[in-house]
């Protein structure tokens, strides 16, 4: 039980580790591209607004703008004024940079103001297209969002720059709000799906413990252990919990199989050993006088004969199981193996007096192994003279249908009941009737079932109690119906 459950909690526990790990990289992968939308969003707002406010600085600088003889004057002092005062009022700095690059106006207080701007910058700014976060040659300590347009007299021609630049605390305290959100969503999403996954996962896997303990039982010989089913019965845990109560039916079935197995083996060895054992005893010991030797080792003899036919029939079971009886089949005659039976069984059927129908028949080919088919027609003919009334009928009928011949063995008598019928082909069924009049091991109809199987046949019984039985076997005509199942009508 604690093995079951530490293997429940491993897998509980790893399933939601790989959950929360993937969860948690979804998470991040989106966090990254939220940051990353956040920024450019925000850069572009920043641009926008520096834009706006450099138009309206350039706007008024030209009004202190005076050009006379081809040069340019600029009333610096009210200019810088006027960039100090909006400079207050939009929390911007305004940086008038002559066309070589120096800066000539600040409207606050440089910490280098002796930074010459480069000339690719100056170009850029030229087109009305430098947008950056920087320090603009080092002119701030820290990075600055900086937009540069050109100033321009009515000519066209441009007298100098216009530099707006706003302080990069804004984004900071934006993304960190943003990342502050994210680790908060984060963790109430972890915690929700830690919740949800344990209870689930939990649940999820309460039939595989189920299987644990089920399958410790079966070690232990106990095959009554079923895994209950969860759910609609259609996903793949309840399928498999299913398949697994199927497989437990199937082990109880083998291991009742194997039980009645080993007992009756037991059983059809020890009688005919117990017999032997004693007659000889008595015969050694003088227990039997001299003038019945001759009947009770005659006894022996047919003790003798029934192991041997039961050590065959074992021999068969095992090459049948592990699938080593081969099967050579030929066309053949098996009106004629009928005859040959009935011939050999001569003796048991006029002792009974009785009727044989169906001898008198046309050659009846079939595509089958002689040998093994012989062994079948044999087994079944030898039972139905067994439990045969006296003064019965016996009776043989073939019927070909298409790429099959249907063979039928009848014999007039008791018949099998209704509820024995569906046993009579089990390894060691005997009938009650049989119990009494036979002396086989119970092997003979599944050997002949499993013959006809390989043959790609089919064998069914047909009984009517007090009136007759019959088997019904179904063997291929032809070497390309071989291995093509027919069920026998």
């Known amino acids: ?13 790893k399933y939601i580790l790989i959950t929360m790990g993937v969860v948690l990289l979804g998470l991040l992968i989106f966090g990254g591209i939220l940051l990353a939308f956040a920024k450019e969003y925000f850069d572009s707002e920043a641009e926008q607004d520096l834009h706006m406010r450099a138009n309206i600085a ?45 800066l000539e106006l600040y409207s606050g207080s440089p910490v280098n103001d002796a930074v010459t701007i480069s000339q690719g910058i100056l170009e850029e700014a030229a087109e009305g297209k430098y947008f950056a976060f920087n320090t603009l040659e080092g002119i701030f300590e820290s990075n600055y969002y900086i937009v540069g347009i050109p100033l321009t007299s009515k000519d066209g021609a441009i007298y100098s720059y216009m530099f707006v630049a706003s302080s990069g605390e804004g984004l900071t305290a934006f993304l960190k709000a943003v990342v502050q959100v994210f680790i908060i969503g984060t963790i109430a999403v972890l915690a929700f799906t830690f919740a949800v996954v344990s209870i689930a996962t939990d649940k999820l896997l309460a039939p595989l413990g189920e299987m644990s303990k089920a399958t410790r039982s079966f070690a232990q010989g106990d095959f009554t252990k079923r895994v209950p089913l969860y759910g609609n019965g259609y996903d793949e845990i309840s399928q498999l919990a299913l398949a697994f109560n199927n497989m437990a039916s199937s082990l109880a079935v083998h291991e009742q199989t194997r039980r009645s197995f080993v007992a009756n083996v037991s059983h059809e060895l020890k009688t005919p050993m117990t017999t032997i054992g004693g007659f000889i005893d008595g015969i050694l010991d003088g227990t039997i006088p001299p003038d019945k030797h001759q009947q009770y080792l005659t006894i022996v003899s047919d003790e003798v004969k029934r192991l041997a036919r039961l050590v065959v029939s074992m021999l068969n079971l095992s090459r049948i199981e592990a699938g080593e009886m081969q099967i050579h089949p030929a066309e053949m005659d098996i009106s ?12 048991s059927i006029e002792a009974k007096n009785l009727e044989v129908i169906g001898l008198d028949t ?15 027609i044999y087994n079944l003919t030898d039972n139905a003279v067994k439990f045969v009334n006296e003064g019965g009928r016996l009776e043989f009928s073939y019927n070909q249908q298409g790429k099959f011949m249907y063979v039928g063995i009848r014999n007039s008598g008791e018949g099998i009941s209704k509820e024995e019928i569906p046993h009579v082909f089990d390894r060691f069924y005997k009938t009650d009737k049989s119990r009494s009049q036979d002396n086989g091991a119970g092997l003979g109809l599944y050997i002949v079932k499993s013959i006809v199987n390989m043959h790609g046949g089919d064998i069914i019984v047909r009984s009517v109690q007090g009136e007759y039985c019959e088997f019904i076997v179904t063997l291929p005509v032809s070497k390309n119906a071989v291995g093509k199942t027919q069920v026998a009508k």
């Open 1 to 13: 039980m604690v093995k079951s459950l530490r293997t429940h909690r491993s897998l509980v526990k």
């Open 58 to 102: 350039g706007a008024f600088t030209n009004q202190y703008l005076t050009v006379f003889d081809g040069q340019y004057f600029l009333d610096k002092t009210k200019l810088l004024q006027s960039l100090v005062i909006f400079s207050e009022l939009t929390d911007r700095t305004f940086m008038l940079v002559s066309a070589d690059g120096a």
């Open 336 to 347: 004629q193996t009928v005859l040959h039976t009935v011939f050999a069984l001569e003796q």
């Open 362 to 376: 046309d050659k009846q080919i079939v595509y089958a192994d002689p040998d093994l088919i012989h062994q079948v």
